[in-house]
């Protein structure tokens, strides 16, 4: 069983940067790809970005192409998400998601352990 941690969430003005950060216990964090969730009120959960159990491939949702960047450190069981240039529209809770299938399951939903979500609120 992998718990999942999130963190680093907060209130932000648009244009502004934001590091999320979520810590795995409980498991071999290297051997599930990682990634990024996130739900605005009032919408359903939405695939934001991904990241191959080694780290070498990524995959972005359109809307954050460009601004925001996963990545992970094995040694510290840790991913995160660096997102810059910040909108109103990135307002959600953002929640980081482990799977055992690779880049193209998880961001089709192929979650085998999700965390509980750090709200994200940038101001205009």
């Known amino acids: 069983q992998v718990q999942l941690e999130e963190s680093g969430g907060g209130l932000v003005q648009a244009g502004g940067s934001l590091r999320l950060s979520c810590a795995a216990s409980?498991?071999?964090?290297?051997?599930?790809?990682m990634g990024w969730f996130r739900q605005a009120p009032g919408k359903e959960r939405e695939f934001v970005a991904a990241?191959?159990?080694?780290?070498?491939?990524?995959y972005y949702a359109d809307s954050v192409k460009g601004r925001f960047t996963i990545s992970r450190d094995n040694a510290k069981n840790t991913v995160y998400l660096q997102m810059n240039s910040l909108k109103p529209e990135d307002t959600a809770v953002y929640y980081c998601?482990?799977?055992?299938?690779?880049?193209?399951?998880?961001?089709?939903?192929?979650?085998?352990?999700w965390g509980k979500g750090n709200l994200v609120t940038v101001s205009s």
């Open positions: 998601a482990a799977g055992r299938g690779g880049i193209v399951s998880i961001r089709n939903y192929g979650v085998d352990y």
């Open positions: 409980g498991g071999t964090f290297s051997m599930y790809t």
């Open positions: 990241i191959s159990w080694g780290g070498i491939s990524t």
